[in-house]
């Protein structure tokens, strides 16, 4: 079956792109704990990234490392939203998807610690 929002092009394909990106952005942060606590996070550690970062690489390399855990934490999200559209029933199929996808999330926050780390005590 063929989606109905797929046949769009130009313009309007950028504006509803943009649409679904922001009401994405306001679900998980209307929805989820761990995304509102990483988006503070990044708002301290962005501004901190720039101040710390003694050339653009490094500040560029900092700011990268929490963006990837905020992108990281959202496909988490629609992973977890989507198994539990599926059955919120416990089954261990359910649980690997979860597990994995917290997994990712646990990843990128040691990534982000290990890069700011060696910035910062060089």
Request: cysteine-free.
């Amino acid at each position: 079956m063929k989606s109905p929002y797929k046949g769009k092009t130009g313009i309007k394909r950028l504006v509803n792109a943009f649409t679904y990106s922001v009401a994405g952005t306001y679900a998980a942060f209307k929805h989820e704990d761990a995304f509102r606590q990483e988006v503070i996070l990044s708002a301290v550690l962005i501004p901190l990234a720039i101040y710390l970062g003694e050339t653009g690489i490094e500040q560029a390399l900092m700011i990268a490392s929490v963006l990837l855990v905020i992108i990281v934490e959202l496909l988490n999200s629609s992973l977890e939203a989507t198994v539990d559209r599926i059955s919120v029933k416990r089954h261990k199929l359910s649980k690997r998807a979860k597990d994995i996808g917290s997994a990712a999330v646990f990843f990128s926050l040691i990534n982000a610690a290990v890069i700011w780390f060696l910035i910062l005590v060089k």
